[in-house]
């Protein structure tokens, strides 16, 4: 067993970083108060291979592995959430178009998304499917060649902005999951309406949406892989979007850890740094163990995704532990800050208000506990626990 990053991934840990603290740290209040997308920030990361990292390299991508992704988007996520964001989703949706995409797909689609000149945005939620994600009730009707799409999409990160959809339609809801298909919906489609940006507590910069399909037609060439639609997608958010969503946590956390720390030095009550208070230090403690923690769960997944081993348990444990420690862990560090913790004149308080979606998206962390206690329960039942 060896827990050491190759050199290859330390010198992409040490740029991702450099670049976090150069580029999109100066710039993450600006992008969380305008709740504005910055696309420059965008075609940089582009620019520095961190949008195709993982993707094929005949489209543009470098084939790299899926921890050195992660690493990268810690690092990121610990300048912006919002930012990272935009590699979480990009690797994402390359993932869906070059695992299920025709040739033809993905020669069109993915490298504008890899040299960050275009964004996709992935629309699976509704008004009324949330977590029970096979309960889509937006429509795919086939007419000739032509599909119709009728139907709404809710929380889509990156609607206001994108270019693209992959979209989660049913032919027929009576079939539960296996009526579920995946359609790619240009943003220009006819039919196609992207409501005004929702005003959200955290994860501003990103254009989080709902998303209207009326009577929206799109060539029937424009659907996604076959029939086994729900599967795939599942498939997807074990991967990149769980992992993702995990680095994003452990980066968050990471850099509200450093902040209470750097605080905890300089800020003096009783007579001596509160530092030195062993309530102050126990919770430091705490946080750095359990951002460790947190990592190696995503890393040992990331690995097993890498060797082609299962991971849904691994990736839904890095998901969960990740999300519940970062929460829990920012807002320590904010108790740390006091008073000044509760102003904006300290980037403390937008962690705090980034932290929560970590529980939320990408399945809540109940559902999480859902699929790892049934992977629990099939484990058991092959003799393989
Ligand atoms: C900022 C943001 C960005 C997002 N981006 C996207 C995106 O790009 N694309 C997209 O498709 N979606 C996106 N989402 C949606 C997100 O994935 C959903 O909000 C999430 O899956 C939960 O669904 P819901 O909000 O409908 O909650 P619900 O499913 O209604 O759940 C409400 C509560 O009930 C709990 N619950 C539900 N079922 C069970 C159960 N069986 N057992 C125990 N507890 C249960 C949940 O854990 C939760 O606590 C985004 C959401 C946000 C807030």
Redesign the pocket.
């Known amino acids: 067993m060896n827990f050491g990053l190759s050199a290859e991934q330390v010198a992409i840990r040490d740029q991702a970083r450099s670049v976090a603290t150069a580029e999109v740290a100066t710039r993450a209040a600006k992008i969380d108060a305008s709740a504005e997308f910055d696309w420059d920030l965008h075609q940089r990361l582009a620019e520095l291979g961190f949008l195709g990292l993982t993707a094929p390299e005949e489209f543009g991508g470098q084939a790299s592995n899926t921890v050195s992704w992660c690493i990268v988007v810690e690092e990121i996520a610990r300048a912006s959430s919002a930012v990272s964001n935009g590699i979480t989703?990009t690797d994402g949706m390359i993932h869906y178009i070059s695992t299920l995409g025709t040739r033809d797909q993905k020669e069109k689609y993915i490298p504008p998304l890899i040299r960050g000149e275009k964004l996709c945005?992935?629309?699976?939620?509704e008004p009324n499917?949330?977590?029970?994600?096979a309960s889509v009730r937006t429509t795919a009707r086939y007419e000739g060649d032509e599909v119709i799409l009728n139907g709404q999409?809710?929380?889509?990160?990156?609607?206001a902005y994108a270019d693209h959809f992959i979209v989660?339609a049913t032919v027929d809801r009576e079939l539960r999951h296996k009526g579920i298909r995946t359609y790619i919906v240009p943003g220009d489609a006819p039919g196609l309406v992207v409501g005004e940006k929702?005003d959200?507590m955290?994860?501003r910069g990103?254009g989080?949406s709902p998303v209207f399909f009326d009577g929206c037609r799109i060539p029937a060439s424009n659907q996604l892989g076959g029939n086994e639609g729900f599967r795939i997608v599942m498939q997807g958010l074990d991967g990149p979007g769980r992992l993702g969503a995990a680095s994003q946590a452990v980066g968050l956390a990471q850099a509200a850890m450093e902040s209470a720390l750097t605080y905890s030095l300089e800020r003096s009550q009783f007579g001596q740094p509160i530092f030195d208070h062993q309530a102050i230090q126990f919770m430091l403690a705490d946080m750095s163990a359990e951002i460790e923690a947190a990592r190696l769960l995503i890393w040992n997944a990331a690995w097993r995704r890498d060797a082609g081993l299962p991971f849904t348990k691994e990736s839904s444990h890095a998901k969960l532990f990740a999300g519940d420690m970062c929460v829990r862990n920012v807002s320590n560090a904010l108790q740390i800050f006091g008073g000044y913790g509760y102003s904006k004149e300290y980037p403390i308080e937008r962690f705090y208000r980034d932290a929560k979606?970590h529980q939320?998206?990408?399945?809540?962390?109940?559902?999480q506990?859902?699929i790892i206690a049934r992977q629990l329960k099939k484990q058991t039942e092959s003799g393989i626990l």
């Open positions: 989703l945005s992935f629309a699976l939620t499917t949330g977590s029970d994600a999409k809710m929380f889509i990160s990156g609607a989660v929702l959200l955290g994860i990103f989080t979606i939320i998206w990408d399945g809540t962390n109940q559902i506990r859902m």
